[in-house]
């Protein structure tokens, strides 16, 4: 669990050095927990990065920085950090002595109605963001107020302060994406205090302003994306309320509808799915089911296109289970027949055919899926309804269909899967499995025998790397390891050495350095890159420490490389690196 108290000791040694350094240089500028107890902070670095530290108690929960830097511990979180405990083990003010700093609340209670007027006049008049925002939420009182032209003027101002000529880059996407989470908290606001027309508008508009970012920025990290979603999710929170009056709900399900038929959010992410979440909450809030099944098979037509059939199948879906919502269990039953070609009806279907025991239907679907899949050209999909069989025949004990099943989904192409391969195994008693697996084998080398003669094979076949492909994984799963050493010792190179190591190091030492010494002093001679003067150390390192004997054999071939490459720092560094370890390692 990472703590308050442990992170220096949990996290990447190197990072905590850099983060302990910008502590020390008191590059936090300002670190504070807010209402929520998520803590504040500013650190100054390239730029000033905004840093956000969620506590529980004192286990870190999360943490956020606007920096370009991907991960959650950058310098400047872990220099926060390291705030944040010095903070922490400052004493408490003794009971009955007040804080040096006033809070916010202390502060306004010995302010007056007149002196905190002054400072909004004031402030408003030299910061035009605090006065929209001023405006903004106290927008109730005052009807002139045009909410939706002053938040989307504020929407702007701040796009325009986090875009380079049109383009909001990956860095400042974290820092765009915390003004419009204030926008958002304002629309939160709205709804706590009942105020749901101006709560639609916050969240139309949001999501409406920040979908036209989402095409011109590097959302990589999603927090555009994220905000659109937010303004949609605002919606769907005003939607669900019961207080919300009809003329609005109706507004609102237009203002859906609309974007959804003008695919205004579909090609830029999933936004379309939440969009018809909040529809469909409308429609039954109106009691009008119908306008939303309408709106479903507007969609379904509008992807009607071969290209377009996951959209097809989705709207499929949703019809079927809003109409059993309904409790029209007749239309959804028709509507389920008619798109049993879409995967995730069939599967539905499957399910419950297999739940009561109805093997015929069960058969008769998964031969449909198979057959409508291959004529569609879909080789994924055909494994899916294999497994499915699989399944059904692992309950029937239907040892036969199991067998070839698992065969297949073993041998499947170029790909050797053990996991099946054992399953397919254990169908044979042990006297039986004695035959098997050597009519195996020579079933393979009987395969490779015959593409070798085919006109049709490969230009680059090679019967030997065939073998060895496809029957040293047999061998290692059946722990055949003389003959896996046979086979190694017939195609010597580093990367089959290196992924045989595990399983022959300890059990042929001598076997494995004559492997190994002759493929490592060649590469010696083609080095030419630091990660290829890393490789092959690290190569040296691994003989050295895992298979019996070998330090003087490496030894020797470490001092054979440095006399051959004496103009090559970088290497000669590699080389020596090898020696300290071994230093190290015999001193314990």
């Known amino acids: 669990m990472l703590t308050i108290d442990n992170f220096d000791t949990q996290l990447a040694k190197t990072e905590v050095q850099k983060g302990r350094h910008y502590f020390d240089r008191k590059a936090v500028l300002y670190a504070e927990p807010d209402s929520k107890g998520v803590w504040q902070a500013e650190v100054e670095g390239t730029e000033t990065y905004s840093v956000e530290v969620t506590l529980d108690k004192k286990e870190i929960a999360d943490s956020l920085c606007d920096c370009p830097v991907e991960g959650a511990y950058c310098k400047h979180v872990i220099a926060v950090l390291f705030t944040i405990r010095q903070e922490l083990k400052k004493p408490k003010p003794k009971p009955g002595r007040e804080s040096k700093k006033l809070t916010i609340e202390g502060l306004l209670a010995k302010t ?49 302060a986090h875009s380079d000529r049109g383009f909001v880059d990956y860095r400042a996407t974290f820092k765009l994406a915390k003004e419009i989470d204030k926008v958002i908290g304002a629309g939160q606001e709205l709804v706590n205090k009942g105020n749901f027309r101006d709560a639609i508008t916050v969240g139309r508009v949001v999501a409406t302003e920040m979908m036209e970012v989402v095409k011109a920025c ?23 309320s019961d207080d919300l009056a009809p003329p609005l709900r109706e507004q609102v399900y237009s203002w859906a ?57 989705l709207f499929a879906r949703r019809k079927i289970d809003f109409l059993r919502h309904l409790g029209r269990h007749t239309e959804a039953d028709q509507l389920t027949e008619a798109n049993l070609d879409v995967v995730a009806i069939r599967d539905k279907v499957l399910d419950q055919a297999i ?34 069989q699989l399944d059904v025949a692992k309950q029937r004990n239907d040892i036969p269909t199991i067998r070839r099943l698992t065969n297949q989904f073993a041998f499947n192409h170029y790909h050797f899967d053990s996991s099946y391969y054992q399953q397919w195994k254990q169908t044979f008693s042990a006297e039986e499995w004695a035959g098997e697996f050597p009519a195996l084998v020579k079933q393979i080398e009987k395969q490779i ?59 042929y030492p001598a076997e494995m350095l004559a492997l190994y010494i002759p493929v490592l002093t060649k590469l010696g001679y083609t080095v030419s890159t630091r990660s290829e003067y890393k490789q092959l150390a690290q190569a040296i390192k691994k003989v050295k420490k895992e298979v ?41």
């Open 257 to 313: 509808a609309e974007n959804l038929a003008n695919k205004t959010f579909a090609d830029y992410g999933d936004f379309d799915y939440t969009l018809l979440s909040v529809a469909r909450t409308l429609a039954e809030k109106l009691a009008e089911p119908d306008r939303f099944l309408t709106l479903l098979d507007t969609m379904t037509n509008r992807y009607s296109d071969k290209y377009n059939s996951f959209y097809r199948d």
């Open 112 to 160: 007056t109605a007149d002196e905190l007027r002054q400072f909004l006049v004031q402030q408003a008049a030299s910061d035009k963001v605090f006065a929209s925002r001023l405006q903004l939420y106290f927008a109730d009182k005052d009807e002139r107020i045009d909410l939706a032209k002053q938040y989307t003027e504020l929407i702007k101002k701040s796009i325009r």
């Open 548 to 588: 019996a004997g070998s330090q003087p054999a490496m030894d020797a071939l470490v001092q054979t490389l440095r006399q051959n490459n004496p103009r090559k720092p970088a290497f000669l560094e590699e080389l020596n690196a090898i020696d300290k370890e071994s230093t190290k390692r015999a001193k314990q």
């Open 449 to 507: 025998e015959e593409e070798e003669k085919s006109k049709k094979r490969n230009p680059w076949f090679n019967a030997g790397d065939e073998r060895y492909r496809r029957l040293v994984p047999l061998y290692v799963t059946e722990q055949q390891w003389p003959e896996v050493l046979k086979f190694l010792q017939s195609r010597p190179s580093l990367d089959n050495i290196i992924q045989l190591h595990p399983h022959l190091a300890a059990r």
């Open 218 to 240: 590097d959302d990589s990290a999603g927090n555009i994306g994220g905000t659109v979603l937010a303004g949609m999710n605002l919606l769907h929170e005003v939607a669900k």
């Open 355 to 388: 739940a009561s025991g109805q093997w015929e239907r069960a058969e008769e679907l998964i031969q449909g899926g198979i057959e409508l899949a291959q004529k569609l050209g879909h080789p994924g999909i055909v494994s899916h309804w294999n497994k499915r």
